[in-house]
């Protein structure tokens, strides 16, 4: 069996501690959906239910409490041998590509905390020209919208989302209105 994603257990670790999504979700600057996304992939990684519905909220099955358990310590343990053995603390840059406006919502939103826990890290932010172009040589990591079908390239899912097209009233009516989602390829995309 491979060990599970770091993330995933992160998100354990975190619900278990707060008994809540909402709370894991912001400790771990990440969406709800992100973090129920991690525990399902969890769940499935592992074959077994970590969670169960209890009335209107979600709670630790006992094998879930246990597991969870397990994960705080090991994750303890790392902590520790990162605190340990770190010497000087982590230097350098590091290059994040993704698209602007992830980068202006959610990026910049947090990189006061980012220097606060790694100050001799200089970050770089760049942006490709497609959403899902995770080519860029100078980038350490990307952040993409795909199914994450990439070869060479360790895959986690952040989050789902959903697309939506949208237009004026008045280029609806101007193009004669829209019937068939082929229809969209008349407009022009912005």
Request: one cysteine or more; hydrophobic letters at 40%.
């Amino acid at each position: 069996m491979r060990i599970p994603s770091t993330q995933a257990l992160r998100a354990l670790d975190s619900f278990a501690r707060h008994g809540s999504v909402w709370r894991a979700a912001d400790e771990l600057h990440l969406t709800r959906s992100a973090v129920s996304h991690q525990l399902r992939l969890l769940e499935r990684d592992l074959g077994f239910d970590l969670l169960e519905r209890i009335g209107k909220g979600v709670a630790l099955t006992p094998r879930g409490q246990r597991y969870a358990s397990d994960v705080r310590k090991a994750l303890t343990v790392l902590g520790d041998a990162v605190t340990r053995d770190a010497g000087t603390g982590v230097g350098g840059s590091f290059a994040v590509s993704c698209t602007p406006g992830f980068a202006s919502l959610f990026l910049c939103t947090h990189i006061g905390e980012f220097r606060q826990m790694y100050p001799d890290v200089a970050l770089r932010i760049l942006t490709p020209r497609r959403l899902d172009d995770v080519s860029n040589a100078d980038a350490d990591a990307f952040i993409a919208f795909g199914v994450g079908n990439w070869p060479n390239r360790a895959v986690e899912p952040l989050c789902e989302i959903s697309f939506t097209p949208l237009c004026s009233p008045t280029l609806l009516n101007k193009v004669g209105g829209f019937s068939r989602p082929s229809d969209v390829l008349r407009a022009n995309l912005l």
